[in-house]
């Protein structure tokens, strides 16, 4: 492995890091679906990195996935937003209690 | 030619965490959008400096032109604003706490190859190519079986819907 690559893999796993950390800290639906994103793409990267045939099979098949996975959450998000009418995940919690 | 990667590198690192801090405190969804967008590209740049094209496409596509569309889609948002963008319950806690623990449990084996200078990763090598031969088929098995067990479990829940 250069030493390039080897930052890079070090910077996928702060990046993993930081999407789990906006996953959980934002409110707003958009920013969590982006926080997973941000965590999926940026282990992507460091697994890519790992240049032996075990990394990059295990990449590939990630990044097959991939499509599928932001499809389903673009249309849930979508969804979601249409339905309750805000992003806010605060909001739609107490929408949802109410309607029960 | 080592100097220009560096420094490329440095550069879409950088516009990576800037852009994705811009999401995490803006309150309005024209700039989240934007910065979204613009991490997703950056981390897609990181993977030309990797010299592997067929993942800075599927990068672009997939994950920066999905934000895109999703921009499309909700284009009636755009002036709503939030009031506090950031969660400060104090169940948010336990996001620095996982950040913390995954770091603290990395950190040994960072510390170790950065000390050494060179990269070793033999050992991992030699515990996985006793399984890289079959590792093809097994991946394929399995990708077969979430692929059946997924559409299963949406044909059942479709059929109990009606």
Redesign the interface.
């Known amino acids: 492995?250069s030493v390039?690559?080897?930052?890079?893999m070090?910077?996928g796993?702060i990046?993993f890091?930081?999407?789990?950390?906006?996953t959980?800290?934002?409110?707003?639906i958009?920013?969590i679906f982006?926080g997973v994103?941000?965590a999926y793409?940026?282990s992507?990267?460091a697994l890519?990195?790992?240049k032996?045939?075990?990394g990059e099979?295990?990449?590939i098949?990630f990044?097959i996935?991939?499509?599928f996975f932001?499809?389903a959450g673009?249309f849930l998000?979508?969804k979601l937003?249409k339905k309750f009418n805000t992003?806010?995940i605060s909001e739609i919690e107490k929408i949802a209690k109410g309607e029960k | 030619m080592e100097k220009i990667a560096n420094l490329a590198f440095y550069l879409l690192a950088f516009m990576t965490f800037i852009s994705s801090l811009v999401v995490l405190v803006s309150k309005s969804a024209r700039y989240y959008f934007l910065g979204a967008i613009a991490a997703f590209m950056s981390i897609g740049g990181i993977y030309l400096l990797l010299k592997s094209p067929v993942m800075f496409v599927i990068q672009i596509v997939f994950f920066a032109l999905g934000f895109g569309l999703l921009v499309i889609f909700l284009g009636n948002d755009f002036n709503v604003e939030m009031k506090n963008p950031i969660n400060k319950d104090i169940k948010t806690l336990i996001a620095p706490f996982i950040l913390s623990i995954f770091i603290l449990l990395i950190a040994p084996f960072l510390a170790n190859q950065i000390l050494s200078q060179k990269t070793n990763f033999d050992y991992l090598k030699n515990f996985f190519f006793e399984f890289a031969s079959s590792l093809d088929l097994v991946l394929i098995l399995l990708t077969i079986v979430l692929i059946i067990v997924l559409s299963g479990f949406y044909t059942i829940a479709f059929w109990r819907k009606k």
Do not use: R
């Open positions: 492995m390039i690559a080897f930052k890079i070090l910077l796993l990046l890091c930081f999407g789990i950390f906006i959980i800290l934002s409110k707003n958009f920013k982006f994103l941000l793409s940026s992507l990267l890519n990195c790992w032996n045939p075990t099979i295990l990449s098949t990044a996935i991939a499509p932001i499809m673009m998000t979508i937003t992003s806010d």
